[in-house]
């Protein structure tokens, strides 16, 4: 069986841009995945709000998008189909099985169609549909059928034949990609670790660590909004009113410094009078947030794993779970037990819509708001000042930090490759999760058309029951059974709901 689906990602350095890469697992059976790829140019001077939290560094110590581990997708999500998307679409599926990943770009080197079309052949190379040229993992081309094998000599030997393969990982179930193909990107993807690599829990007190399932979707706001709305602890009760807090309680709170920004992120901590104990929150450039939440004086802990990386203008691919710390003596806190039911893997991921479309109106319309108004624009070169497009307070700490992480080491915006036009606002987009998250989804889409045929045989039931049955139940049992079908056809017809569609309104949420 071969694999063939789409990834989206951005990131990088204004020297190097490509539309996308492939990726190929190759083991007797074979995957492929394709991920967009882009980004930055040299930084600017940002606002002196959180001057005072940065560290002087060489200008040559500047933050390289395209030499840094980027995460796509938990390979467990994936099916074992054969999927052909645009580049623009998130994972359709791939099973996880062993072997190795290959990523390249998305271009055919002949006529810069997009692999992501072609087919894994059985001899396991990459066959583009358009001439049936045909690559090795390495990107090498190793056939062309319309051409004789002296002229074929001559295209392998011509380096603009390659499809440029690029190092990946699969660390803790999460595929990784380092979008460099230079010659020394294989050493340097080596000596350099993914953040998922440098947790601070495992090791001797693997024993005391439960890991969540993974939960992904591609959101409808930039990478960047993303990371400064999840090193934002301000906005947690107010957004997520009901699911973390309530808007009305005592949101006072005092941040501080832990880390200092440098081009490898910050760290800040967080008190309030409502929770006991300081909150950490740290930023690992360019794509990791993890924040920290002690529970009780024994060791005990709750962590949020969080991962982004860009997919296009206004969208990020989202990555992320709940990691939970026991005490010290392997107990788990009552309050985090709620965290640790052992719940199906697709209701997990329906039930994050609850919390994720909270915040996701706000900031897919801010992102457009600054972007169409010419204020703060981070998907094209502008040389924008954040600190003057709004207004920022103390509580900010978090988010003034990251922007000016932004300015000063990664050059202020993300470059994509091609249309950098942000798409205009729409609460359909925001609230879609079938495009974001089901369709490519192995785990939802078996959920999803188990309770189909159940909806179905329910009604069937429910017919059944009031038409012909009667004289078998009585008239009152067969109403009462035929009721109680049609209450679970129709619940069944809310769930099945979810997956498609989960809107969210603060007006309502009392």
């Known amino acids: 069986m071969k694999t063939l689906i789409c990834l989206a990602l951005c990131t990088g350095s204004a020297a190097f841009q490509l539309p996308s890469s492939q990726l190929i697992n190759?083991?007797?059976?074979e995957r492929l995945i394709?991920?967009?790829?882009?980004?930055?140019?040299?930084?600017?001077?940002?606002?002196?709000?959180v001057q005072n939290d940065t560290e002087e560094e060489e200008p040559a110590e500047q933050f390289n998008w395209f030499k840094a581990w980027h995460p796509i997708v938990p390979v467990d999500c994936l099916d074992n189909g054969i999927h052909m998307h645009s580049r623009k679409e998130r994972p359709k599926g791939a099973k996880k099985m062993d072997g190795t990943w290959r990523a390249f770009v998305d271009q055919c080197p002949h006529r810069k169609v997009p692999l992501s079309e072609g087919r894994?052949?059985?001899?396991?190379?990459?066959?583009?549909?358009?001439h049936a040229w045909r690559f090795n993992g390495e990107g090498e081309t190793i056939d062309v059928p319309q051409i004789p094998r002296t002229e074929l000599g001559k295209i392998k030997a011509n380096p603009k034949s390659n499809c440029n393969s690029f190092p990946v990982k699969i660390i803790d179930g999460v595929l990784w990609v380092w979008p460099d193909s230079s010659d020394d990107s294989r050493i340097e993807a080596a000596l350099t670790p993914v953040p998922a690599e440098t947790l601070p829990f495992g090791g001797e007190d693997d024993e005391?660590?439960?890991k969540g399932k993974w939960n992904f979707r591609e959101l409808p706001y930039g990478h960047d909004y993303f990371i400064e709305n999840v090193v934002d602890p301000a906005h947690v009760p107010v957004s997520h009113h009901n699911v973390?807090?309530?808007?009305?309680?005592?949101?006072?709170?005092?941040?501080?410094?832990?880390?200092?920004?440098?081009?490898k992120g910050f760290s800040i901590g967080v008190s309030s009078k409502n929770v006991e104990g300081e909150s950490t929150t740290t930023f690992n450039s360019p794509s990791q947030v993890l924040i920290k939440a002690p529970f009780g004086s024994d060791g005990a802990a709750q962590y949020l794993e969080l991962y982004s990386s860009p997919s296009r203008p206004g969208f990020c691919n989202h990555v992320g779970r709940i990691v939970v710390l026991k005490d010290l003596v392997n107990e788990m806190p009552s309050l985090l037990k709620q965290f640790t039911?052992?719940?199906?893997?697709?209701?997990?991921?329906?039930?994050?819509?609850?919390?994720?479309?909270?915040?996701?109106?706000?900031?897919?319309?801010?992102?457009?708001s600054l972007t169409n108004y010419g204020q703060y624009r981070t998907s094209q070169p502008a040389n924008d000042s954040y600190a003057n497009a709004i207004l920022p307070c103390s509580a900010d700490k978090g988010v003034m930090n990251f922007r000016n992480w932004m300015s000063k080491f990664a050059g202020g915006y993300i470059p994509f490759k091609g249309v950098t036009t942000m798409p205009a606002a729409n609460n359909e987009v925001v609230f879609d999760v079938w495009n974001s998250h089901t369709k490519h989804c192995k785990h939802c889409l078996t959920a999803l058309k188990r309770f189909k045929k159940a909806r179905v045989l329910a009604f069937m039931m429910s017919a059944?029951?009031?038409?012909?049955?009667?004289?078998?139940?009585?008239?009152?049992?067969?109403?009462?059974?035929?009721?109680?079908c049609s209450g679970l056809g129709l619940g069944l017809t809310k769930l099945i709901g979810m997956f498609y569609k989960y809107e969210f309104s603060h007006a309502d949420n009392h």
Request: with cysteine; glycine share 6%; net charge negative.
């Open 26 to 29: 190759r083991q007797q059976q």
């Open 244 to 263: 973390v807090g309530s808007r009305y309680g005592d949101h006072s709170m005092t941040i501080n410094t832990k880390e200092s920004l440098t081009k």
């Open 120 to 130: 894994v052949e059985d001899d396991g190379s990459l066959l583009c549909s358009y």
């Open 208 to 210: 005391r660590v439960w």
């Open 341 to 368: 039911l052992p719940l199906p893997i697709w209701l997990n991921h329906v039930l994050a819509s609850a919390f994720l479309h909270q915040d996701a109106l706000f900031l897919h319309n801010q992102e457009r």
């Open 34 to 49: 394709f991920a967009t790829i882009s980004t930055v140019e040299e930084p600017t001077t940002f606002d002196e709000t």
């Open 464 to 484: 059944l029951l009031a038409t012909i049955r009667p004289k078998v139940f009585g008239v009152v049992g067969s109403t009462l059974g035929a009721l109680a």
